[in-house]
């Protein structure tokens, strides 16, 4: 009995190393299509050692976020249906034709990481037969392509990864850090945080094709407001601040109709 028991959990411990990858994998780094591309690979081999798909018909969908289907999955999509294609199975794209399984993806944000979960199921049944996880470390170009929807003849701006961020919770914005890439989309407002660690003049801007307004506030006094001191539409505030102070900073489309990407950047007086 012990015999059995044990071959057994063995057994499971395979086919959980074959068919489902863990979390506790080093973040890819995503910069290019090439690196997605390398990462889809990956995935598209895990996929095809499933045993139960010869034969089968296989629909391909694209990674869901947020409610949405952002740029970045209709990528994953297209790069896996490329992939699959001429293997022991018939590779469908969705709404063409009904496919045994089905390939369905979401991303989900972890903070510093996205996570997209890519799961198979029986079309009939619904029942999930093996799941992946693929974990991508954020960068500026992962984040623009999450954040720009894929549905529709032209781009929709969508809800970027820092939502729901507020007044009360703020994203917190480093001077001479990287540049945070965020939307705006309809009725949107962004709001940062920047503790300076020491007194000086400080260059707050976004940069992008929206018009956007900024205000800079200490505690409840607002201390500055702009429109579009910066390149084109582009608000930016120049202000002398108080290390070991809080300082919130709001952006947001100067009419109901700006929206789209754009990036915020922090900076001191002189640093570029």
């Not at 973040?27 to 050692?49: F, N």
Request: proline share 4%.
């Amino acid at each position: 009995m012990l015999k059995k028991t044990a071959c057994a959990v063995l057994a499971l411990t395979a086919a959980l190393a074959l068919f489902g990858q863990g979390s506790g994998q080093t973040p890819a780094q995503i910069r290019s299509p090439a690196d997605l591309d390398r990462e889809t690979a990956g995935l598209a081999l895990r996929i095809r050692q499933f045993p139960g798909l010869a034969g089968k018909k296989l629909e391909v969908s694209g990674v869901s976020f947020g409610g949405q289907e952002p740029a970045l999955g209709a990528y994953w999509k297209n790069a896996l249906i490329g992939q699959l294609a001429g293997g022991a199975f018939t590779v469908l794209e969705p709404g063409l034709l009904r496919g045994d399984y089905r390939l369905t993806g979401e991303a989900v944000d972890l903070g510093q990481t996205i996570r997209i979960f890519t799961r198979l199921s029986d079309r009939g049944t619904s029942a999930i037969l093996a799941s992946w996880t693929s974990d991508l470390e954020k960068s500026p170009f992962l984040e623009n392509l999450l954040a720009v929807s894929s549905i529709g003849s032209s781009p929709v701006t969508a809800r970027d990864p820092h939502e729901e961020d507020s007044r009360e919770t703020p994203l917190e914005a480093t001077i001479n850090g990287q540049a945070i890439v965020r939307t705006i989309h309809r009725n949107d407002t962004d709001w940062f945080v920047i503790h300076p660690s020491e007194s000086g003049t400080v260059i707050m801007e976004t940069r992008g094709p929206v018009d956007t307004l900024m205000e800079l506030y200490e505690g409840s006094t607002r201390l500055s407001q702009d429109d579009d001191s910066g390149e084109g539409g582009n608000a930016r505030i120049s202000c002398r601040l108080e290390g070991g102070k809080t300082y919130i900073v709001m952006v947001k489309g100067y009419s109901s109709g700006d929206t789209g990407r754009y990036e915020f950047l922090v900076r001191s007086e002189g640093s570029e």
